[in-house]
């Protein structure tokens, strides 16, 4: 922002840095604009409930109306839309695309606003590296609070932490499927070995257990019929393990494609992670917190906020994994141990600490400063603020042949351009609109893998030319929300030429960075865009000099 660096300077870089591992930076502007925002003070179930899919919303009103789902789905369009929003308008629920806004609305409000701008950019890196997209269904109601409560508070802290929150929360757990995963037909489960041990108890207290544990067991099963009753056939989950989780979890979240994994640890660490699973919204969700709490504790299950741990189809067989042996008979302790391992293996903290070294200096980072991190990352368990510390103090951050040569992702280039700009804002669609034109449409990546974070995947002819419009309209005031006043970054004279303009403006909004404004006056000389005021007055000079600047190759590296 205008000002920073000599803010930066007059406090010393030690000092600044220390601030931004704190992250504790108050900022009016950025509580302000969230709080406009009601979901961010939700808990994560109830997001869920309130924001929920139309496929719910279908199933709730159909059940309503004493309609079959087959029923609904008949009725003409417009009456089936007058009904869903006859429902909506009931019992108070909100249409999923509110709930987009908001995390769209955040995201930026956060990454212009906020003066942490360390926690913000390693929050989208951890967001990045452990990716959940809007574009799955039954993800989408919770990636708000996945950013919010998983990666958001463990951004800075210790990386066991981060993959423990990543692997809990509902919208990873339903984004690679483990939700529904479940032990094979037959497998004895962890229910099964509790009960089991419960029902061997001696003398009076034994045959009581039994009589009660056969009832238990009776009665949950004529629950879940019940439960799958309304259910569509096309949307009942299959008994089975699925090995979605545990392939990402090794091959991109923790050890690495390369990390001396097999097939055989992919499948042992799914059937680990049976059972891990999500608490339903609604009403199902009241009585199953209640049942859990009266008596599923004994059989193994646990339920946390949204999360729910179903002892009865978690794989409780005996297992290896990376050549340590698992006992039979576990039950959610075997999921964290995995994470416990996984987290601490070397090729965890190799393959982490080549990710750091991409996204902060260089596409082909030096193989010094990948080992100098990865050892950082082994001695402290994985201590983000002690790597963002080797990281500031390493020879290869300074070195000439790395600064300046990472390209700004679309998200990165408007946000550093408001901020560049100081200019007034106000989350808008036509911002988010421009980030999508540019290439990145927020939270929409649908691979696990994140947005590729290399000047390959973002530079082309197209996208260059929709950078080059993105700053020309910005710098006109031509983009909904963001209003500039150029007098905030120049309080001088307007210049009376495009290139003294040019040269009043590069150092302002690059400091210290060598621009070729002899190749951009060119450029910035061209007859201005139709959708503008008009020609090349004194009045327009400023607007078309920052526009290209903006614009230019050097501003569009970090």
């Known amino acids: 922002r205008p000002g920073d660096v000599d803010r930066v300077v007059a406090l010393g870089l030690e000092r600044w840095l220390d601030q931004q591992l704190h992250a504790e930076l108050p900022s009016r502007d950025l509580d302000a604009a969230l709080a406009t925002l009601p979901a961010l003070a939700m808990s994560t179930t109830e997001i869920a409930q ?9 199933r709730l009103a159909a059940r309503e109306q004493g309609l079959s789902l ?3 789905q008949q009725l003409p369009e417009p009456e089936r839309r007058r009904m869903l929003r006859a429902y909506r308008d009931r019992h108070g629920l909100e249409p999923p695309r509110a709930l987009v806004a908001q995390l769209l609305a955040q995201k930026l409000a956060r990454a212009v606003y906020s003066p942490n701008q360390l926690h ?8 990045n590296h452990f990716n959940v997209s809007l574009e799955d269904n039954q993800a989408r109601p919770y990636v708000l609070a996945y950013e919010r409560d998983a990666i958001r508070p463990h951004a800075r802290g210790a990386f066991r932490a981060l993959l423990g929150a990543t692997a809990r929360h509902p919208a990873m757990l339903h984004y690679l499927d483990n939700a529904q995963s479940t032990a094979p037909s037959g497998a004895r489960t962890t229910m099964d070995a509790r009960l089991d041990a419960f029902e061997q108890q001696p003398g009076l207290r034994g045959r009581i257990a039994r009589r009660r544990i056969a009832e238990g067991r009776r009665r949950m099963k004529q629950e879940q019929a019940r439960a799958m009753e309304q ?15 545990a ?11 390369d990390g001396g994994y097999t097939q055989h640890d992919v499948e042992a660490v799914a059937r680990a992670f049976t059972g ?19 008596e599923g504790h004994r059989a193994g299950f646990v339920l946390e906020d949204a999360f729910l741990f179903r002892a009865d189809v978690h794989d409780a067989g005996a297992k290896t994994l990376l050549g340590e042996p698992f006992a039979e008979g576990g039950g959610l302790e075997e999921g964290e141990r995995v994470l416990d391992l996984v987290a601490a293996h070397p090729a965890t903290a190799r393959h982490l600490a080549r990710k750091l070294a991409i996204r902060f200096v260089s596409d082909d980072p030096p193989a010094a400063l990948v080992d100098t991190l990865a050892t950082v990352f082994a001695e402290t368990g994985g201590d983000v603020p002690a790597l963002m510390r080797a990281l500031a103090y390493a020879p290869a951050f300074w070195e000439a042949a790395h600064t300046q040569r990472k390209v700004k992702s679309p998200f990165e280039l408007a946000v550093s351009a408001v901020r560049a700009l100081g200019a007034d804002f106000r989350p808008s669609r036509a911002l988010i609109e421009w980030i999508d034109r540019m290439g990145q449409p927020l939270y929409r990546y649908a691979a696990p893998t994140g947005f590729p974070d290399a000047a390959a995947h973002w530079i082309n002819a197209g996208a260059l030319l929709h950078r080059m419009q993105f700053a020309l309209a910005l710098a006109d005031n031509r983009v909904d929300g963001v209003q500039v006043d150029l007098d905030v970054i120049d309080e001088s004279h307007e210049p009376e030429s495009m290139a003294a303009a040019l040269a009043a403006y590069a150092p302002l909004l690059m400091p210290e960075q060598d621009v070729d404004l002899g190749a951009l006056l060119p450029l910035a000389s061209e007859p201005a865009p139709p959708a503008t005021t008009g020609g090349h007055d004194a009045a327009r000079i400023p607007a078309q000099a ?10 569009q590296r970090r």
């Not at 309130?50 to 279908?58: A, D, E, F, I, M």
């Not at 950019?121 to 967001?127: E, K």
């Not at 392939?247 to 494609?257: A, C, F, M, P, S």
């Open 231 to 245: 259910v569509p056939e096309a949307l009942r989950p299959r008994r089975g393990v699925n090995e979605n989780y």
């Open 247 to 257: 392939r990402e979890l090794l091959e991109l979240h923790t050890l690495g494609v």
């Open 546 to 555: 920052v526009g290209t600047l903006l614009g230019s190759p050097a501003f």
């Open 120 to 127: 913000e950019v390693l929050t989208d890196f951890w967001f």
């Open 70 to 72: 087959e029923g609904i």
């Open 50 to 58: 309130t924001y929920p899919n139309p496929g719910r919303v279908l």
């Open 276 to 294: 891990w699973s999500v608490v339903p919204p609604g009403e199902r969700a009241d009585r199953l917190r209640a049942r859990v709490e009266r």
